[in-house]
């Protein structure tokens, strides 16, 4: 898959989210077959598909240095089941698509249940160079790095994008990050509490579906 390029329009956070949209709608749709990993999330927890009504933006967190920005989105069913129907699909299938990667990767740290994140990296300069390990996470006063990096993008690969470029990356982590408690995103020494604005959200959203699920039919 190539790297997404975007037209020119005013507003640099709307640039980019037309290319992560364009990054995920080139996902094509799972077999059935392979089935879906969920990360921090039990079955019986889960709403049912389709009942959700937020946007990715919601729950992706951004952060950037001046010269890329990157978007982290938790591929984590419990967040996704949260996204409206057309949102939900491609993350979905894209988790689904590389989930003997994204297990394979884990079992060689020993790691049974990985928390995994779809990334992307926004180019804010033109030949903007990024270091994708330089991306951390700290969550419950734990740092973690990534112990796996899925490139989605060739782009990704050259480790450098054009002004109003994406190029896409699945990050995967140790178990321990807790998607339901506020985290932090760092990169290049720059600090992002964002997931505590989007935890909102999703709290919001948990106790909508939850009350919709518990009317009479």
């Not at 507003?11 to 080139?26: K, N």
């Not at 698509?97 to 995994?116: H, L, T, W």
């Not at 990296?121 to 006063?141: C, H, I, K, W």
Request: aromatic content about 8%.
């Amino acid at each position: 898959m190539g790297p997404c390029k975007r037209g020119t329009e005013p507003l640099v956070s709307r640039l980019w989210w037309i290319g992560t949209l364009a990054c995920l709608a080139a996902v094509p749709a799972a077999p059935r077959r392979v089935q879906a990993q969920d990360t921090t999330a039990q079955s019986d927890r889960l709403p049912p598909v389709g009942m959700g009504s937020l946007r990715q933006e919601a729950v992706s967190v951004g952060i950037d240095d001046g010269s890329v920005q990157f978007r982290l989105m938790p591929l984590d069913e419990l967040i996704l089941r949260l996204l409206a129907p057309d949102s939900y699909t491609a993350p979905h299938s894209l988790r689904e698509m590389r989930s003997a990667e994204i297990q394979e990767a884990a079992e060689r740290f020993g790691v049974m249940e990985p928390v995994v994140f779809f990334v992307t990296v926004y180019g804010m300069r033109e030949q903007a160079q990024f270091d994708p390990d330089q991306l951390v996470v700290t969550s419950r006063n734990r740092l973690f790095r990534p112990i796996a990096i899925l490139p989605v993008t060739q782009q990704w690969n050259q480790q450098r994008v054009s002004q109003r470029e994406t190029a896409g990356a699945i990050y995967v982590f140790e178990s321990g990050i807790a998607m339901l408690e506020p985290f932090t995103v760092e990169y290049a020494g720059v600090r992002s509490d964002q997931w505590s604005v989007s935890l909102r959200l999703v709290e919001r959203e948990r106790a909508r579906i939850a009350a919709q699920r518990n009317e009479p039919q």
